[in-house]
């Protein structure tokens, strides 16, 4: 039997795996144990997947061509699950590289740090799409270090229902998943120069975190949406912060607690991304919850979304009634990232392009190349309507005007409040908007240098009053009352 050759290229390493008949590109990388971006889990539905490729493959398919840039299908840019090596075949997947870089203002090298055992600390933020994490000084709190990497589990669908499905329908395993992301968190670990035996605290989703333990999380994407645990303890050596519900995790948790060291007073903390967590501090009683956001805000599912990256649009402002993209490490723009794409909103609705119901007639163009499409305005729409929706629920009964909103995560970094504002993703009346950065990281890092930290997340995620807003009458209401402009 003659056998299909498909050579698959990561990081300037190749390997050639062979096939008896044709086969996806997606099931190539997975194969070949390279970790590759698949926001709808190879449903074939977002346009997420992209790599180049070359040789003996099916014809680009209308989705493939709606999704692509029509330049970048001559290039060879290929939807990974969309399309199948039919004879000999070559794939290129972006590489996945572990980045380490030492913290302003810090001298410690990495020998020294080696040497100290017992003085150094690490705190890992297992994300669904990044694992971030950061060597910390145990004597002054310090951040020394910081290393990234994506989540390898990436391969197996973009948030974490899609997961729980990959594992539901037998595509992958708990064991399999999990041995992923540990690897990472180790490679990270290692990337960070840690002592053998630093002491490890972890905070993420209450799926991920399930996962990184070998936790089945499966009953967490199913009615009535039971967590099997919710942690709160040491497993191995590694501090396994407390998650507050099912869909409110330590990260969220974490990040409460790191707003808690900023401010005495009240606040809402919105930590946005492809699901959306929020809560409310108010009087001493946190009311917290999560929306289904999609990936929009990622810049997945966005016709030239991508994520917040070399090449990005992150903001867009107005001069002399025409849009000026700011783009990421300057150069030209390849595409748009959730900060730019509420930008560009704004100022397409404040230019008239846009209307109040969110309708547009065509596309716009905001660089050569990149474009904001209807669909793009509608996916934002659904996005910051669910946010919107939520953030009111938890606010129920309590004041919001004046009360600041701290907004933690990388979207949330770059965002502007005045677009955050206009498009109507926060109330109007918020004092302020505050950037966090990474608010689960550094609340992980307070974890790990203090046992009273330790004892205050625990408290405030056991007491949290979480609501659960699947078939929430309520947050349907709210939801498609947000969705205007
Ligand atoms: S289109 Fe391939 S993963 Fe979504």
């Given at each position: 039997m003659e056998m299909i050759n498909v050579t698959v290229e990561t990081g300037g390493v190749r390997r050639t795996l062979s096939y008896p008949g044709r086969v996806s590109l997606a099931d190539v990388l997975r194969d070949a144990g390279v970790p590759f971006c698949a926001p709808c889990g190879g449903a074939g539905v977002c346009g997420g997947c992209r790599v180049l490729a070359s040789g003996m493959m099916t014809e680009p398919d209308s989705f493939e061509k709606r999704a692509i840039c029509g330049a970048d299908i001559l290039r060879g840019v290929r939807l990974a699950c969309r399309a199948y090596a039919v004879g000999d075949a070559f794939v290129r997947a972006p590489e996945a590289p572990v980045t380490a870089a030492d913290a302003a203002g810090t001298a410690e090298t990495a020998k020294n740090v080696k040497k100290e055992r017992g003085r150094y600390g690490v705190a890992l933020d297992i994300g669904t799409t990044t694992v971030a994490s950061s060597l910390v000084d145990l004597l002054t709190g310090e951040r020394v270090r910081e290393a990234a990497a994506f989540n390898p589990q990436a391969p197996w669908g973009a948030d974490v229902i899609s997961r729980i499905g990959a594992i539901s329908e037998g595509k992958t395993t708990v064991a399999e998943l999990s041995r992923l992301v540990r690897g990472t968190a180790d490679a990270l670990t290692a990337a960070l120069g840690a002592p053998d035996g630093a002491p490890r605290v972890i905070v993420g989703n209450t799926v991920m975190v399930s996962l990184?333990?070998?936790?089945?999380?499966?009953?967490?994407?199913?009615?009535?949406?039971?967590?099997?645990?919710?942690?709160?303890?040491y497993i191995g050596g590694d501090f396994f912060p407390r998650c507050a519900g099912a869909y409110f995790?330590?990260?969220?948790?974490?990040?409460?607690?790191a707003v808690r060291e900023l401010t005495g007073g009240d606040f809402i903390l919105c930590d946005v991304g492809t699901n959306g967590e929020v809560a409310s501090y108010a009087g001493g009683r946190l009311c917290v919850t999560a929306a289904a956001a999609g990936p929009a805000f990622e810049g997945a599912g966005i016709c030239c979304g991508m994520r917040a990256e070399r090449g990005a649009i992150d903001s867009v402002r107005i001069e002399s009634g025409r849009t000026v993209p700011h783009v990421i490490g300057g150069g030209e723009a390849k595409g748009i990232c959730g900060s730019g794409l509420c930008d560009a909103c704004a100022c397409l609705l404040a230019l008239g392009v846009i209307d109040k119901s969110g309708y547009m007639a065509e596309p716009y163009a905001l660089a050569d190349g990149v474009s904001l499409t209807p669909g793009d305005i509608r996916a934002l729409q659904l996005a910051k309507g669910a946010v919107r929706a939520a953030v009111d629920i938890v606010c129920r009964g309590a004041q919001t005007d004046g009360v600041p909103i701290y907004m933690s995560g990388a979207f949330g970094s770059s965002l502007s409040a005045r677009s955050c504002a206009r498009i109507g993703l926060i109330p109007g009346g918020a004092r302020e908007v505050v950037p966090i950065g990474n608010g689960a990281l550094r609340g992980a890092e307070l974890m790990l240098v203090s046992d009273a930290a330790k004892e205050e997340e625990l408290a405030l995620a056991s007491s949290a009053e979480y609501v659960e807003l699947s078939g929430s009458a309520g947050f349907e209401r709210l939801f498609l009352r947000s969705l205007d402009f």
């Open positions: 990184f333990a070998g936790v089945d999380p499966t009953p967490i994407g199913r009615a009535p949406f039971t967590p099997p645990e919710l942690f709160g303890k995790g330590s990260d969220a948790a974490a990040a409460v607690l």
